[in-house]
């Protein structure tokens, strides 16, 4: 009995995850013309110790599956930027590397040589963006 609820439930949430991935790829889609994502090794990170389980609950694979297809249907790009872009280290500013921040847990910081403060995931963001742009430019 508990195995069929635990079933239902599990189904329910793989369901719900699919639902908000593509209505989530359909958008970024339908807004943008070229789209930049990391070209993360999901297998590597959900067999580490640090992520783990987690990696995997989260669809990532699934998502820019989600993103590839719908972007060719629609004549857009998915630009994938090499998974070893230095993206957290790099200061979106002056562009200068901090190995400091390759530490996940510092999730701010503040650039030593132009003083600019950020966030970890915005200045990841902004220069996936940017290389994305760079390596379409280049095509």
Partial sequence: KQRVKIAKLSAKAKHQRSDALHKLSRQ???TYDMIGI???NMRAMSQSLH??????DKGWGMFTSMLAYKAQRAGKRVIKV???FPSSQMCHECG????LTKDLSVREWTCPDCGHHHD???NAALNIRDEAVRIYCTC
């Fill in 51 to 56: 992520f783990g389980k987690s990696v995997g």
């Fill in 38 to 40: 990391e070209d993360l």
């Fill in 82 to 84: 090499g998974k070893f």
């Fill in 120 to 122: 970890r995931d915005e």
């Fill in 96 to 99: 200068r590397l901090h190995k």
């Fill in 28 to 30: 970024l889609v339908d």
